[in-house]
């Protein structure tokens, strides 16, 4: 018997599992496939080994304007995927030490919940059956898999690919057709743009990012086309053909040849087959529901991470982790969503936490922004030769207190927890105005805003 069984190793269940045995409860952690889950394994880690690289290349390629001759650079797509393999390989490591050191019991298997009686929950693995006093289901997300003509075959046959399959990808492809311009393809664009590839990318909305400030978007969209991507926006994909892929635009219907498609439209809730049913677990929208202690319907049933449906983000699932861990162990803890950050690391790196202007808008929130050029701070311009980057910080009307701060330019994703600090620390501009902000460095940028505004 448990103390608690965790179904999931990425961060949310390996997280929770390290501090719960930290803590003293007997666990267990079942993973089917690594554990670091889909971050570690197929997702941040290898992505971010994978853009370094290309950032390596892309500084390099513009080093004459910093006075550094170089030539002949190129891309070793095949040295990039052995470094990638050792890094993930490195932490995966550093993950299972961590789980050892807490004392955690780890199973490659695939867990299905079959019940309960007295004693606790039941999980089957095969032919073996656990039990427990409380569950945490970290099961993830998988990739949206959209309804349009041709996409099974065209992903049976490798014509089209997942986040998963194109960090595999040995040989880079002439024309890489993207679906989709959230976070995922603008990152992989980004990627093969720097090793070769003529990439384009399809996206249904009118901006790219996802739900990122649009100021932001368009810097992005405009820095990325520099590099050579292609980008149609308004435009759904309504077929994937043999060589190309068919969408749809206010103007008519439109063909993108490509070599390769990669799909990423998003994510949704992994709760399939896991007997979320045979206990009764309540699901909305597919994601198991949680209230703020991330605790489920059912008392002593948790759910952290992509599941829930709440972020699908790797730092969310770390702090809903600590969160359940806590509430378990008798710590009164409850998860906030004000602050999470958003980062896209692309070069230039977009970073933003709390409003946006169309979000404090539609919440009729009594607020002023103020923008910026990032040329306000001496390091950005020593650094960033003709960089067009921005920093916007909204402000509320009321309190003066911060509510959300959006950068493009280089370190924006190293700067961005200050601001989360300081939105969920609800601190106001005064306040922020007697902090000493190091120089120089960019995030001087955010002391420069709050006198300006
Ligand atoms: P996403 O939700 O970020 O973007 C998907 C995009 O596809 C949307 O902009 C959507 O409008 C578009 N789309 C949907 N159907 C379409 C169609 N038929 N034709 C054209 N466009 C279409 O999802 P993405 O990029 O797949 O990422 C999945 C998850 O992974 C996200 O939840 C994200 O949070 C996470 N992730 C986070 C990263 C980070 O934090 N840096 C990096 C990579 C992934």
Redesign the pocket.
Known sequence: MYDLIVIGGGPAGYHAAGEAGHRGLKTLLIEKREVGG?CLNE??IP?KTLLYSAKIKDNAAGGEKYGVKVSDISLDHKRVLARKKKTVAALVGGVKAVLKSAGVETITADASITGRDDDGFQVKCGDSVYSGKRLLIATG?V??L?P?SGMDEALKSGFAVT?REILELEQIPEKLTV?????????MASYFASAGSDVTV????E????PIDADISGLLKKNLEKKGIKFFLE????EVKQKSVV?EHKSGKNEAAADLVL?????RAYTQGIGLESIGVETHRGAVKTDGRMQTNIPGVYAAG?VNGM?????TAYREAEVAVNNMTGKEDTMSYRAIP????THPEVAGTGETERSAKEKGLDFRAKTLTMRYSGRYVAENEGGDGIAKILIDNRYGRIIGLHMIGSYASEMIYGACMMIEQDMTIEAIKKTVFPHPTVCEIIKELVFQI
């Open positions: 889909v997702g941040c992505t997300s990739p949206v959209p349009v986040n679906i989709g311009g959230g976070v995922i393809g603008l990152e399809i996206e249904m909305l901006q790219v990012g996802g435009s759904k994909v309504i969408y799909l990423s439209v998003g994510r992509d972020s699908m983000l790797a730092h958003g980062v896209i690391y």
